[in-house]
């Protein structure tokens, strides 16, 4: 079995990671590459680390180049992929890597985003735990349509969804701290500006609740919880390539321990391929995920402030994109959900 595939935004930071992917996948078959301002050009220009693609010509990015392909992913930036959507037809699967099919609420869409929502779609992120206690995994089953959580959504939400399903943590007192590398800011023209002005430095952004990740976390965890759920949460642009260290703090409900904590945990994650409860007195670091489609977490309490402290770290661009794209798609598909992402290797 061979599935035609097509990658729409191939000279990005998650084009490329989506197209080394696709090289390690056994089962899928890279069709056209597309772009905007780069057509024409050669892919190696600018995913010179996978040589297989090197002679690729980059081609628009419209409805007639995808068309012919079993599966569409959309590494665009936020509002592209919907026009494009819109004209494929029913029968291919479209992945969107993207921001517009995520939320549910049209309203916080429009309000984080200043655009018309162009509604939801199912919602790639097959580990997290719902408050029926089941996984969000049953229902990507044979779907067309996909949308991928954003990295730092993924970072929180596997961090506290255990949590919050079993009562352990209160809802409405969430704050999260998040070390974000560079490549989150995509491949911009200002790219060597923003490297310089990280380098030796640190920055915080998105800060006072509009960062527009925010109400898709309260999403997630309103999943899980069953109840509405409130986030304080701020990314740190940090002198880092890729990655996310996320530290989530919350208060202790009255029926949390410690022991209990790490039990809800294992039980939720002991199954999950791509998701690893650490050791007590082990906690995540970004060197230890890169490139992989691996979640390592972490769970303290820190008695003195009385406050339940659950550490994640993950590659933004694998486990925070790519990564959960093409194990999405497995699913969807009815293929075994790693295949293509038992790999460690990372693009320069």
Known sequence: MTIHVAVAGASGYVGGELLRLISAHPMLDLGAVTGHSNVGHRLSEFQPHI????????????????AEHEVVFLA?????????????????????CGADFRLQ???????????????????GMPE??????GKLRTELREVRRLAIPGCNVTAVSLALAPALSAGLIEADDIVSVLSV???????????????????????????????????????NLSLAAGKPVTVSMTPVLVPMSRGILAVNTAKPSSRFSLEYLREVYGNAYHEEHFVQLLP???????????????????LSFDQHANRVVVVSAIDNLVKGTAGAAIQSMNIALGLTEQTGLDQNGIAP
Do not use: C
């Open 181 to 219: 590398g560079t490549s989150g800011a995509g491949k911009a023209s200002n790219i060597d500006l923003l490297a310089a002005e990280v380098l030796g430095s640190a920055r915080a952004y998105g800060v006072g609740g509009v960062h527009r990740h925010t109400p898709e976390i309260e999403q």
């Open 105 to 123: 609420d049209a309203g916080a869409w429009e309000t984080y985003y200043q655009s018309t929502h162009a509604g939801s779609w199912p919602y």
């Open 76 to 96: 665009l930036p936020h509002t592209k992929s919907a026009e494009i959507a819109e004209a494929l037809p029913a029968h291919t699967m479209i992945i969107d």
């Open 51 to 66: 040589p297989e693609f090197a002679d690729r010509v980059i081609v628009d990015t419209s409805p007639e180049n995808l």
């Open 128 to 133: 997290l735990t719902l408050a029926s206690g």
């Open 280 to 298: 007590e007195g082990q906690l995540p670091r970004t060197a230890s995920v890169l490139g992989s489609n691996n979640a390592q977490i972490s």
